[in-house]
Structure formats: structure tokens, C-alpha cells
């Protein structure tokens, strides 16, 4: 079945640390994205990339950094820069089109301990 | 600028009800995809519906439906005869070059039993 991993699903982090989020996925898609996503809030994106070895910021980029090596895989992570880390988390991809959608994991709820 | 507008916070229907989920979006593109998204208590993005900015007649799935109005740059969803299981988060999106995908702050709908 292709689709999106995200692991954790729940990950703690404690003051000073930095943590990474993994998302993985399989549809073959060129576009891969970070949101956040605060209780009762819409997305905001952290950061996106359109192939591999290439990203660009999104609107909420500092404390956060990302790679992609691989086509498959855009890791997240969230450093001791980031004061207010705990949300929900949401990797996504897509493929070009206008009419393709974006295809998302189930996230990671991250907490500070 | 804000490119996507959900102007409805919170909504309430009644079960097998119809109702009407507001979208507005801002763009100068002539070619541009539109985007429903439901996003239950538990997380995950559901993708419910796309219309293409070329299409000429609304787009359909089950019950959902998008009002599409091109002169007035709105994407109304409208779920009919609601049922319990359709209380969720619901967020329009927009699909613009580049695979750049814009997320309206989403409605939180009711469905009273």
C-alpha cells in the first residue's frame, strides 16, 4: 500500500535537546512538506521541497531544519532554537498537477517533558 | 496576504441536514486547484474533493459537493444529509505553481444527533 509514515507518533523532548521527526513515503512524489499545527488551529508551513538536495522556508522556518537526500524521505528537526516546540506535526507530499492533492501521514504530537 | 478564507470558526447542523462550509481564496493565477480536506479529533487529512480552476461544472463525491464560483473566488463545500460521523475539522485548500499548497484556518463542524 503506498502512503506516508510519520514516526513517532508521540515524541518528548526535553530543554536544550534537538529531536527529529522521520517522514517516508512511497507514491514516488517529487514535493515533499512539513506543517505545524497548533490545538484548534489550521496549518502553517515549516518547509517544502520540490526534488531532492532542494528546500525552501515556509512561513515558520526558524528553529527548524530539514534535508532530503532521498526522494522518499524529508526528515524534520525541531532544535533547542524552537522555545515553543509542543504541536501536531503533519509531513505531506505531492505530485505535479493542478489537480493532484497532497497526501499526508498521521502526524506527530511532540511535548516538551 | 492571506489567500484562503474559512470565515466560519465553528458550525452547527443538524443530522441528515444539509450544510454549507465557506471558502474564499486570492490568487492572480488563471490556473490553480481547490481543495477539501476533514481532519477528525484523531489527526489525520482526509482529502474529500478537488475542483480545477478550468472546470466548468462543480465537482462531486457522494455527499460532498464544491460550489464553485469563479468571479467571486469561492469554493463552498456542501455536505448533504449530515450524519454524526462528519463532526470534524474541515480546511480548503489551494493548490498554486510550484506545488505550493495554501491551508484556509479551517471550520469545526457540529453534527447534533
Known amino acids: 500500500d503506498g502512503g506516508i509514515t510519520q514516526s513517532p507518533k508521540y515524541l518528548f523532548r526535553k530543554e536544550g535537546q534537538n529531536v527529529t521527526l522521520s517522514c517516508e513515503q512511497n507514491?514516488?512524489?517529487?514535493?515533499m512538506y512539513w506543517y505545524r499545527q497548533d490545538p484548534g488551529q489550521g496549518l502553517r508551513l515549516i518547509y517544502y521541497s520540490q526534488i531532492v538536495n532542494d528546500f525552501q522556508k515556509g512561513d515558520i522556518a526558524e528553529g527548524y531544519s530539514v534535508s532530503r537526500e532521498k526522494k522518499e524521505s524529508f526528515p524534520l528537526t525541531v532544535t533547542s532554537a524552537q522555545k515553543n516546540p509542543t504541536a501536531f506535526y503533519l509531513c505531506?507530499?505531492?505530485?505535479?498537477?493542478?489537480?493532484?492533492?497532497?497526501?499526508f501521514g498521521d502526524g506527530t504530537r511532540l511535548s516538551i517533558l | 496576504a492571506q489567500k484562503i478564507t474559512q470565515t466560519q470558526p465553528g458550525m452547527f447542523v443538524q443530522e441528515k441536514e444539509a450544510v454549507t462550509l465557506d471558502c474564499t481564496y486570492d490568487t492572480s493565477d488563471q490556473s490553480y486547484g481547490l481543495f477539501w480536506y476533514k481532519q477528525p479529533s484523531s489527526g489525520e487529512m482526509i482529502f474529500l474533493i478537488y475542483?480545477?480552476?478550468?472546470?466548468?461544472q462543480n465537482a462531486t463525491e457522494g455527499r460532498y459537493s464544491l460550489n464553485f464560483q469563479k468571479a467571486r473566488k469561492s469554493a463552498n463545500l456542501v455536505i448533504s444529509a449530515s450524519q454524526l460521523g462528519d463532526s470534524a475539522m474541515y480546511f480548503c485548500a489551494m493548490k498554486r505553481r510550484f506545488n505550493k499548497f495554501y491551508f484556509g484556518s479551517g471550520t469545526k463542524l457540529n453534527v447534533k444527533p
Open positions: 505531506a507530499s505531492s505530485i505535479g498537477g493542478d489537480n493532484q492533492p497532497q497526501h
Open positions: 507514491l514516488n512524489h517529487d514535493a
Open positions: 475542483q480545477g480552476s478550468y472546470d466548468e
